[in-house]
């Protein structure tokens, strides 16, 4: 699935995928696009077979000029075959996950979610709280 301003798009085939990235790959060759580079990457495993991957696209132009930035958004799927893609989501690139640290809701002595917070749990610094 490719989620972005533009729409959902499912993909589930990588014919599909190719077709819906096909008019942002042409607009980008057309003002020069050479290469993209992912960077401040934060991985979050989600589970034994799933994980989140977040960064910034940087998209570099032929002269090596700076073109543009995307944040982006990748939920994997671990399958027989290794890690894939289930669904990637385009945004903002100013409004790119990072950790923070966020304190948590007390309610009585407790956390929210009903866990007794130890001294160091007061606060979380995680890629996501």
Do not use: N
Not at 103 to 125: F, I, L, P
């Amino acid at each position: 699935m490719l989620i972005s301003t533009a729409g959902v798009a499912s993909t589930p085939t990588r014919d599909v995928v190719a077709a819906a990235f096909k008019p942002t790959m042409e607009g980008l060759r057309a003002r020069g696009f050479a290469k993209s580079e992912l960077t401040k990457l934060r991985l979050k495993r989600l589970s034994a077979t799933s994980m989140m991957a977040a960064g910034v696209a940087v998209r570099s132009k032929t002269d090596g000029q700076e073109l543009e930035r995307a944040g982006v958004i990748y939920l994997l799927q671990k399958t027989y075959s290794g890690w894939q893609f289930a669904t990637v989501v385009l945004h903002d690139a100013d409004d790119a996950l990072r950790p923070t640290v966020a304190k948590r809701r007390r309610v009585q002595g407790r956390e929210a979610d009903g866990r007794t917070m130890g001294h160091s749990s007061a606060a979380c610094y995680s890629f996501f709280c």
